[in-house]
């Protein structure tokens, strides 16, 4: 028998017998075993430990390090968080054994996204790991990627949660990142996601109206009056019947979000940034998706804090009824305006700007409710004046001194996030009670104020010019509580030309190396999105927002670092054994 000349000896058999396992060229262990010859990868697919240290028997070879066990025949794993180890064709012509270098098996893509989904039905992080950096690898979209764990995520567990918001809010920067940073993103979201699903039965939805005859006017109105008493059942039904009649996402988002925002600032600003971030998973998820994620939303309208009822909304200044009342007099505005044909598009001077962000940022909350109802009676465009809101909440991070309790810093995130997402929802919609929110923001704004007494210094620049090291910066965030060195690092890379894009990639890679909590991941998301919509203004007030925002973030990564870095460890673990590399080569 003739063997190709691309096989590989793996020596004499005799010799074999003797040894009864050896490693050959190309990280290959090669084993005798019941009168037979095997060949697999000297990796253990779980980990990357030398195989061939550890045991056969009866047809089973276990790994010695987390005792994964396979089939010495095809390579088959019997533990579901280990892999299949690849396994190759053995010959023996004339007393000497070939191997086949090539596997008998191949890692295709469904191959890598059927595993994706066994990791997240099971949440074992290593095989969510090596299935994102195969996917990613073989040219595989991010969104497509995601798409999996959307899905998985809103078909199982209680509705949206904080790892559905993680997975959305990374899946929306990947562009700022570099493959390394794509693949921890989406594998951060993805973990998180299964943290917050796996293991929970299936969330059955209930069935559409008999009819979908009733006009979505209608429709909208028993939405509203569901969630006021917080019938999540009937609203639910309400909303399948919406969709199930073709009612366009838009029309169904400014439904859901006129609910939402018929309390004030729910659940300190989560219950709209949840919503913001389903809407945006909806942008790029399967239109088979869109029930499913929608409907995932309405199970966390049964029990949000409602603002109004705290008593720092109400004394000892009552901020309740004067946007109440403010409210009612846009409302007869918006209406006297379109039977007049007029539009909200007008665009504020840099000047004004100025005024109300200083306005956002003062102790007379009161002036500040009446001019935004000025500057939206005058026609200005309600977008602009959330994004004024979210750069006000960034200041009050900037702002935010170290003597404070650690645990305010998540005071001053939630106002930020809620207020961009306000922002990205009204670039979106033109609907009138939806401005509701923005009088929201600005008094969570207001109320954060005492966060910045005293005041955290704004970091000027040195003059010297910009670091081509971005290390410096990670290794500064190596440090515990590195806050205003890290700031001053950025403000003179900024101001020292350096490029804004490695920078944003910096960021990202700083929190992703981290375990980082949930607001992290939000900060990152938020400052970056606020980052590129000040891109498209010119001028110094545009350029000192995009600073602010830079800032913003990080400072808050900062304060949150470093941490155990288990998360970022195992994906590296998963990369290197994508690339073959060896990991416990013995010297």
Same mark, same amino acid.
């Given at each position: 028998?003739?063997?190709?000349?691309?096989?590989?000896?793996?020596?004499?058999l005799?010799?074999?017998?003797?040894?009864?396992?050896?490693?050959?060229?190309?990280?290959?262990?090669?084993?005798?075993?019941?009168?037979?010859?095997? #060949?697999?990868?000297?990796?253990?697919?779980?980990?990357?430990?030398?195989?061939?240290?550890?045991?056969?028997?009866? /047809?089973?070879?276990?790994?010695?390090?987390?005792?994964?066990?396979?089939?010495?025949?095809?390579?088959?794993?019997?533990?579901?968080?280990? $892999?299949?180890?690849?396994?190759?064709?053995v010959?023996v012509?004339?007393?000497?054994?070939?191997?086949?270098?090539?596997?008998?098996?191949?890692? /295709?893509?469904? =191959?890598?996204?059927?595993?994706?989904?066994? %990791?997240?039905?099971?949440?074992?992080?290593?095989?969510?790991?090596?299935?994102?950096?195969?996917?990613?690898e073989?040219?595989?979209?991010?969104?497509?990627?995601?798409?999996?764990?959307?899905?998985?995520?809103?078909?199982?567990?209680?509705?949206?949660?904080?790892?559905?918001?993680?997975?959305?809010?990374?899946?929306?920067?990947?562009?700022?990142?570099?493959?390394?940073?794509k693949?921890?993103?989406?594998?951060q979201?993805?973990?998180?996601?299964?943290?917050?699903?796996?293991?929970? %039965?299936?969330?059955?939805?209930?069935?559409?109206?008999? @009819?979908?005859?009733?006009?979505?006017?209608?429709?909208?109105?028993?939405?509203?009056?569901?969630?006021e008493?917080?019938? @999540?059942?009937?609203?639910?039904?309400?909303?399948?019947?919406?969709?199930?009649?073709?009612i366009?996402?838009?029309?169904?988002?400014?439904?859901?979000?006129?609910?939402?925002?018929?309390?004030?600032?729910?659940?300190?600003?989560?219950?709209?940034?949840?919503?913001? =971030?389903?809407?945006?998973?909806?942008?790029?998820?399967?239109?088979?998706?869109?029930?499913?994620?929608?409907?995932?939303?309405?199970?966390?309208?049964?029990?949000? @804090?409602?603002?109004?009822?705290l008593?720092q909304?109400?004394?000892?200044?009552?901020?309740?009824?004067?946007? =109440?009342?403010?409210?009612?007099?846009?409302?007869?505005?918006?209406?006297?305006?379109?039977? #007049?044909?007029?539009?909200?598009?007008?665009?504020?001077?840099? $000047?004004?700007?100025e005024?109300?962000?200083?306005?956002?940022?003062?102790?007379?909350?009161?002036?500040?409710?009446?001019?935004?109802?000025?500057?939206?009676?005058?026609?200005?465009?309600?977008?602009?004046?959330?994004?004024?809101v979210?750069?006000?909440?960034?200041?009050?991070?900037?702002r935010?001194?170290?003597q404070?309790?650690?645990?305010?810093?998540?005071?001053?995130?939630?106002?930020? @996030?809620?207020?961009?997402a306000?922002?990205?929802?009204?670039?979106?919609?033109?609907?009138?009670?939806?401005?509701?929110?923005?009088?929201?923001?600005?008094?969570?704004?207001?109320?954060?104020?005492?966060?910045?007494?005293?005041?955290?210094?704004?970091?000027?620049?040195?003059?010297?010019?910009?670091?081509?090291?971005?290390?410096?910066?990670?290794?500064?965030?190596?440090?515990?509580?590195?806050?205003?060195?890290?700031?001053?690092?950025?403000?003179?890379?900024?101001?020292?030309?350096?490029e804004?894009?490695?920078?944003?990639?910096?960021? %990202?890679?700083?929190?992703?190396?981290?375990?980082?909590?949930?607001?992290?991941?939000?900060?990152?998301?938020?400052?970056?999105a606020?980052?590129?919509?000040?891109?498209?203004?010119?001028?110094?007030?545009?350029?000192k927002?995009?600073?602010?925002?830079?800032?913003?973030?990080?400072?808050?990564?900062?304060?949150?670092?470093?941490?155990?870095?288990?998360?970022?460890?195992t994906?590296?673990?998963?990369?290197?054994?994508?690339? %073959?590399?060896?990991?416990?080569?013995?010297?």
């Open positions: 028998m003739s063997v190709s000349l691309n096989w590989i000896s793996a020596g004499n005799e010799a074999l017998k003797q040894e009864t396992a050896k490693v050959i060229r190309g990280g290959i262990a090669v084993f005798y075993h019941e009168d037979q010859v095997y #060949a697999v990868d000297n990796r253990c697919p779980h980990l990357g430990f030398p195989l061939h240290m550890g045991s056969l028997c009866d /047809g089973i070879l276990t790994c010695h390090w987390h005792h994964a066990r396979f089939d010495i025949c095809s390579g088959g794993t019997l533990d579901p968080w280990a $892999d299949d180890v690849p396994s190759y064709e010959r012509d004339g007393g000497e054994v070939w191997v086949n270098p090539v596997s008998r098996r191949t890692e /295709g893509t469904e =191959k890598y996204k059927h595993r994706l989904k066994e %990791g997240l039905e099971q949440n074992i992080g290593i095989v969510i790991a090596k299935a994102v950096v195969g996917l990613i073989a040219g595989v979209p991010e969104q497509d990627i995601a798409r999996i764990g959307i899905e998985f995520g809103t078909t199982y567990g209680t509705g949206w949660n904080a790892g559905l918001t993680i997975l959305t809010a990374m899946t929306q920067s990947v562009d700022k990142l570099d493959k390394n940073g693949i921890l993103a989406l594998y979201g993805l973990v998180h996601v299964a943290r917050g699903s796996s293991g929970r %039965g299936t969330r059955h939805l209930l069935s559409a109206l008999p @009819t979908a005859d009733v006009p979505f006017d209608r429709l909208t109105e028993w939405y509203r009056s569901c969630i008493v917080r019938d @999540t059942q009937g609203a639910e039904k309400v909303l399948i019947t919406a969709i199930m009649k073709g366009d996402t838009k029309r169904l988002s400014e439904m859901m979000l006129v609910a939402a925002t018929d309390h004030f600032y729910l659940d300190g600003g989560h219950m709209f940034d949840f919503h913001s =971030k389903a809407f945006e998973a909806l942008d790029w998820a399967e239109v088979s998706q869109k029930e499913r994620i929608l409907t995932s939303l309405v199970p966390m309208m049964a029990r949000p @804090t409602r603002s109004e009822e008593h909304w109400q004394a000892p200044l009552n901020l309740v009824e004067p946007i =109440k009342q403010v409210v009612n007099e846009l409302e007869q505005n918006a209406a006297q305006a379109k039977l #007049a044909g007029g539009s909200k598009n007008a665009r504020l001077s840099a $000047d004004t700007e005024q109300l962000l200083q306005q956002l940022l003062s102790d007379t909350p009161e002036q500040t409710i009446a001019l935004l109802r000025d500057l939206l009676i005058a026609g200005t465009a309600p977008a602009q004046l959330a994004q004024l979210a750069l006000a909440a960034a200041e009050r991070i900037v935010f001194h170290t404070n309790d650690f645990g305010d810093w998540i005071a001053v995130l939630h106002t930020f @996030t809620y207020a961009h306000v922002h990205e929802r009204l670039l979106q919609s033109d609907e009138p009670l939806l401005q509701r929110a923005i009088f929201h923001g600005a008094v969570s704004v207001y109320l954060d104020r005492f966060l910045n007494v005293p005041t955290a210094a704004r970091p000027k620049p040195s003059g010297s010019a910009a670091s081509a090291n971005h290390q410096e910066l990670l290794d500064l965030l190596d440090l515990r509580q590195q806050i205003g060195p890290a700031a001053q690092w950025v403000m003179d890379y900024i101001h020292g030309g350096g804004p894009g490695a920078l944003l990639n910096t960021l %990202g890679h700083a929190l992703l190396r981290e375990d980082a909590e949930f607001h992290s991941f939000q900060m990152y998301e938020a400052a970056v606020e980052y590129d919509r000040w891109q498209a203004a010119a001028g110094s007030f545009a350029e927002a995009k600073e602010t925002m830079l800032l913003a973030c990080t400072r808050y990564l900062a304060a949150h670092a470093p941490t155990a870095r288990e998360l970022p460890h994906a590296k673990i998963a990369q290197r054994l994508h690339k %073959g590399e060896r990991l416990f080569e013995e010297e």
